[in-house]
């Protein structure tokens, strides 16, 4: 069974400075999906940015990036320039790329606080 | 717009009562799924469905049911409500297994005393 472990509960970093966010996966399949998930305190779960795990190339999406080390299964989230906004839980998941199952298996998340 | 929607948003129930927590979504998503999230354990699947007629058991789907009579619904009752129980539950759907979002409902917060 596949698992994700997010080592960090918790996370700060100070407003206009740069974070990185751990996550480490098990799996023994070649190809699936990662995720970070955005969770603010509103609860709403908020698709940060996806990898697709047949491509070398780190995703990005405008301040946020992943490092993306398939051999050592490890999605790390970088988020530069740290707002007071980007405060919230994190999740990273997992997800098979198959026909016959569709299962998101998320981490224990890490709470970010950033500071002024 | 096309959206996911739970209900209620907030609830409270006693212990042994039957609870149906309510989750409906417009997008005609074949795959819809029920999580509940705990402080130190991130969020774990209960139960999901890949259409009509069709559920299947997540990680933690004792004292859950569904059931998918139509694309739209996917309601999760709790049979006999326990405290352990209480919890942030959240529903989600995605159109179809190989593709790659999924979208969450607002959650709704269960308290069991």
């Known amino acids: 069974a596949q698992t994700v472990t997010q080592s960090q509960p918790e996370m700060s970093v100070q407003e206009a400075e740069t974070v990185t966010l751990s996550c480490t996966y098990d799996?023994?399949?070649?190809?699936?999906?990662l995720f970070w998930y955005k969770q603010p305190p509103s609860r709403q779960m908020i698709l940060v940015i996806r990898?697709?795990?047949?491509?070398?190339q780190n995703a990005t999406e405008n301040r946020f990036s992943v490092n993306f080390q398939k051999a050592a299964k490890s999605f790390s989230l970088k988020i530069s320039d740290s707002q007071l906004g980007d405060a919230a839980m994190y999740f990273c998941?997992?997800?098979?790329?198959?026909?016959?199952?569709?299962?998101?298996?998320f981490g224990t998340g890490t709470r970010l606080q950033v500071f002024p | 717009d096309a959206e996911i929607t739970q209900s209620p948003r907030h609830k409270i129930t006693e212990t042994g009562r039957q609870v149906t927590l309510a989750c409906h979504q417009t997008w005609n998503h074949n795959n819809m799924f029920w999580y509940r999230q705990d402080l130190g354990h991130g969020l774990r699947l209960i139960h999901y469905s890949y259409g009509v007629q069709d559920t299947n058991k997540g990680e933690v789907s004792d004292g859950y049911s569904v059931s998918r009579s139509n694309t739209e619904d996917l309601p999760l009752t709790l049979e006999s409500a326990a405290s352990s129980q209480t919890s942030v539950y959240f529903c989600a759907s995605s159109r179809d297994r190989m593709n790659t979002e999924a979208f969450f409902g607002q959650g709704t917060r269960l308290t069991v005393v």
């Open positions: 998941a997992y997800r098979t790329r198959s026909y016959n199952t569709d299962k998101l298996i």
């Open positions: 799996t023994s399949e070649s190809d699936y999906y």
């Open positions: 990898q697709e795990a047949y491509k070398q």
